[in-house]
C-alpha cells in the first residue's frame, strides 16, 4: 500500500507496461475483487489509449502514472502535458439512438464514469491530471 510512480513514453507500445505496473506490480490486482479489477483495466486502456493517441500534438509525449492504495481506496491519476483537455466536460453521448444516429466518441469517458466510484480531472500548470478512483465499499 502508498504511493507509487512511474513515468512511461506516451504511446500505444507503452500499454502493457502501464497496466502492469498499476494492476500487477505489489500485487494491487489481487486485492481487487475480480470485477473491479476487470473495471480498472478497461479504464486504464480507455484513459491510455486516448492520451496516445489526442494528447500530443508531436507525439509521443510522457506520461506519469500515479498509484496510491489505501486501506479505503484505489486511486489512479494519469499526469500529460499534452494539449488541455478535460474529458469530463464532454456530454454523454445518447445510447438511446442508433449508432448511425449519434457522433464518434465520448463511450470511453462514459465506461469509466459508469465503473469508476471517482473521477477527476484537473489542469495543473502545464499538466492534464485525470484521477480513478474505487472505494471500498463501492461499485
Do not use: Q, W
Not at 32 to 45: N, Q, Y
Not at 58 to 82: C, H, Y
Amino acid at each position: 500500500m502508498g504511493v507509487r510512480e512511474r513515468e512511461f513514453v506516451a504511446s500505444l507500445e507503452s500499454l502493457p507496461d502501464i497496466r502492469s505496473f498499476v494492476l500487477e506490480e505489489d500485487g494491487a490486482e489481487g486485492r481487487l475483487p475480480p470485477r473491479r479489477a476487470a473495471h480498472m483495466d478497461v479504464a486504464i486502456e480507455e484513459i491510455v489509449v486516448n492520451i496516445c493517441s489526442y494528447a500530443y500534438e508531436i507525439p509521443p509525449g510522457r506520461l506519469t502514472v500515479r498509484v496510491e492504495e489505501s486501506p479505503d481506496a484505489f486511486s489512479v491519476e494519469f499526469l500529460d502535458n499534452g494539449v488541455a483537455f478535460d474529458p469530463l466536460s464532454v456530454d454523454d453521448p445518447d445510447v438511446s439512438l442508433p449508432l448511425d444516429g449519434r457522433d464518434a466518441g465520448g463511450l470511453g469517458i462514459l465506461l469509466i464514469r459508469r465503473m469508476m466510484d471517482e473521477v477527476h480531472y484537473s489542469r495543473k500548470g502545464d499538466l492534464n491530471s485525470l484521477r480513478i478512483v474505487m472505494t471500498a465499499g463501492g461499485r
